[in-house]
């Protein structure tokens, strides 16, 4: 376990930081939580136009803010104080050669990375709600790993908080999905589309392609912010 700890902690040097002013603003634009407001309110906007009713509305974003509870939130408030590992920028053996950025350090504790687990559970979630396949690929990669690639750059977060918020914010993820299923098959029965126009779980194509928009423009101005201070 010693050794484990140890690589993690190279792993960590070896991913954090870089000699790039500007790199390290879009870094910090990426990791803040306001900056991703627009793709949630894109995801809204796909969940409004492809359900009947606000019933079936309100059960989803019911089930995306329970993904957030029991990810993000059970994570901050049970388990960093219970396990107490030191972030890395913190951390008593390592934290002097991290490369902080803008003095942004983080709390103390950083076991696990609740970045990962949000993102990831509400990655998870939406994919298999909608059931597309560009949409999950975007979710996945350039929202949810791309933070977390973000929290190992600021050196606020070891691989192994990483890895285990992913694996917590997948299980979060399915068992929501699964209490979603659930409780809509009582509410209605699910609305299936066999045309092309229809993902497998009756979502239109050409509405996802607004979180995909979104997603490409929330990038533009990420890279775009650092050149203007």
């Known amino acids: 376990m010693e050794e484990l700890i140890q690589f993690d902690k ?10 790039s002013v500007y790199l390290d603003g879009v870094v910090l634009t990426l990791t803040n939580a306001f900056t991703w407001v627009p793709l949630y309110l894109a995801l809204l906007f796909v969940v409004i ?12 974003v019911g089930c995306a803010a329970l993904c957030v509870l029991l990810a993000g939130t059970v994570d901050d408030e049970i388990v960093k104080p219970l396990v107490a590992r030191w972030r890395p920028t913190h951390d008593p053996q390592i934290g002097s050669l991290v490369d902080v ?17 949000n993102t990831f559970s509400i990655a998870l979630f939406f ?20 933070n977390c690639w973000t929290r190992l750059y600021l050196g606020v ?6 890895t285990v918020g992913l694996l917590w914010g997948a299980l979060v993820a399915v068992a929501v999905y699964q209490l979603y299923c659930r409780v809509q098959a009582r509410m209605s029965p699910v609305r299936r589309n066999t045309s092309d126009r229809y993902t497998s ?12 928009v979104v997603l490409v423009l929330t990038y533009a101005y990420a890279l775009v912010r650092p050149l203007f201070g």
């Open 10 to 19: 190279q792993l960590l040097l070896m991913l954090n930081g870089s000699d």
């Open 49 to 60: 136009k492809n359900n009947v009713n606000w019933k079936s509305v309100l059960l989803i």
């Open 101 to 117: 950025v803008d003095g942004y350090r983080g709390g103390n504790y950083g076991f696990f990375s609740a970045h990962a687990s």
């Open 127 to 146: 994919s298999q709600l909608v059931r597309s396949r560009q949409l999950t690929v975007a979710l996945v990669v350039f929202y949810s790993l791309v």
């Open 157 to 162: 977060h070891y691989p192994g908080d990483i």
């Open 201 to 212: 779980s009756g979502y239109e194509h050409r509405t996802i392609w607004v979180p995909l």
